[in-house]
């Protein structure tokens, strides 16, 4: 569930990927490309841990709110200050916040 202050990402996961990066929008979701290979919660586990660096939260303040076992996933990010969301935003071409919901 949404809370004020959270904010809502559509991922596509690129597992077993040689470098930890955001590759862009495929298909309407930003495309993260990680090392860690799909099994065990191991590409979630790996995906809030480079969402947490890049929006400057703790590691549980990310967390999967749909798609635990898919490549596509709804993350929600809580406590990322407005500036560091808008910055992500405008770099990887994003709609506002409240907009990202894929639906």
């Given amino acids: ?3 004020a202050g ?3 990402l559509s991922i596509r996961v690129q597992p077993r990927a040689a470098r930890e990066k955001v590759m862009g929008l495929h298909a309407g979701r930003l495309k993260v490309a990680l ?3 799909p099994v065990e ?3 979630n586990l790996a995906l809030c841990s480079f ?3 890049e929006f400057q ?3 549980s ?3 999967v709110v749909k798609g635990e076992k898919s490549r596509e996933k709804l993350v929600c990010i809580t406590g990322a200050a407005a500036e560091t969301i808008q910055r992500f935003q405008r770099q990887w071409g994003l709609r506002e916040q409240g907009e990202q919901d894929p639906s």
């Fill in 41 to 43: 919660n191991a590409a």
């Fill in 6 to 8: 959270d904010f809502l």
């Fill in 1 to 3: 569930m949404k809370r």
């Fill in 51 to 53: 969402l947490a660096r």
């Fill in 35 to 37: 090392h860690a290979p």
């Fill in 57 to 59: 939260v703790p590691k």
């Fill in 61 to 63: 303040g990310v967390r």
